[in-house]
């Protein structure tokens, strides 16, 4: 009796380890059709010459989200011929005022983002991959499949960051091998949902 009840307690420790909604390192991800702050409609597809995508799910007012815009600029700059940054505000904006589609589109402005930031309109798409913070990233390769989740890097201060988890995994990507680490821990704000 006792071996079958610490049986059971094993399963059920195995399926809350590793059972949780949105994508899984080797699922491939759905296209999307997102808004984005030049008032243009996007998709992964509509993006040419991509070998693979950095999708962030990001925001206007999270500090941690703030913290990393520079960083975010500098890996578009870095990668984005090959691999463009794709943010996604998936913000309530009723919930969160600060990070509807107009602050989004002062925001890209005011910092001279040089990436999409489209707007996760009715909350459909970060359910999908199973984002949870705001920064939350998913590196796909060029056939949508998903490659690393997690952490861009280990600090979120720039002056204290010793692990580049996000460029590593690139880095991997275009020497034609997985990432390791594949996943980490994605450190941020919850993200905002619709209230009622």
Do not use: W
């Not at 992964?44 to 950095?54: E, F, P, R």
């Amino acid at each position: 009796m006792k071996k079958m009840i610490f049986g059971l307690v094993a399963i059920g420790v195995l399926v809350a380890m590793t059972s949780h909604s949105g994508y899984h390192v080797g699922d491939t991800a759905t296209d999307f059709s997102l808004k984005g702050t030049d008032d243009q409609m996007h998709s992964l597809a509509s993006i040419d010459g991509a070998k693979g995508y950095i999708v962030i799910f990001t925001c206007n007012h999270c500090p941690y989200s703030l913290a990393y815009e520079d960083r975010i600029i500098a890996l578009q700059d870095k990668y984005g011929s090959e691999y463009p940054v794709v943010a996604i505000n998936p913000n309530d904006p009723v919930a969160y005022p600060s990070d509807n589609f107009e602050n989004m589109k002062l925001r890209a402005e005011e910092k001279g983002f040089n990436f999409l930031y489209l707007f996760d309109d009715g909350q459909k798409v970060y359910p999908q991959y199973g984002a949870t913070k705001t920064p939350h990233v998913f590196l796909l390769d060029a056939q949508r499949t998903v490659k690393y989740i997690g952490a861009i890097d280990n600090s979120t201060k720039e002056d204290g960051v010793t692990k580049k988890y996000l460029e590593d995994a690139i880095e991997a990507l275009k020497k034609g091998e997985n990432p390791t680490p594949a996943t980490t821990k994605a450190i941020g704000c919850s993200i905002k949902v619709a209230k009622g």
